[in-house]
Nanobody, 123 residues
Framework: QAQLVESGGGLVQAGDSLRLSCAAS????????MAWFRQAPGKERDFVAT????????FYADSVRGRFTISINNAKNTVYLQMNSLTPEDTAVYYC????????????????WGQGTQVTVSS
């Protein structure tokens, strides 16, 4: 089994930046891609960004492209999400996920999930 633990969430103001971290442990060698998803209150879970385990390829949701950056540190088995120019619409619980096979924006393809970290952006 593999475990994912997110950290870095918090309360910030619009325009601020925040960096989320997701530390993976256990059978991480099975992972080929990592991703961030988010779920706002009363809404469905949405794809945010994904990165291949090598860090070579990244993909973003249109809503965050140009503001968010996903990256991975293989030596630390940790994936990051740098979030800049935050808006209240970014308020959500952010989840880290991992999968075998190539990167995907489909949450159902990810077999490992973290518990989530709350990000709240005030106006």
């Amino acid at each position: 089994q593999a475990q994912l633990v997110e950290s870095g969430g918090g309360l910030v103001q619009a325009g601020d930046s925040l960096r989320l971290s997701c530390a993976a442990s256990g059978r991480t060698f099975i992972f080929h891609a990592m991703a961030w998803f988010r779920q706002a209150p009363g809404k469905e879970r949405d794809f945010v960004a994904t990165v291949t385990w090598s860090g070579t390829n990244t993909f973003y949701a249109d809503s965050v492209r140009g503001r968010f950056t996903i990256s991975i540190n293989n030596a630390k088995n940790t994936v990051y999400l740098q979030m800049n120019s935050l808006t209240p619409e970014d308020t959500a619980v952010y989840y880290c996920a991992a999968k075998t096979g190539g990167p995907s924006s489909r949450g159902e393809e990810y077999g490992s999930w973290g518990q989530g970290t709350q990000v709240t952006v005030s106006s």
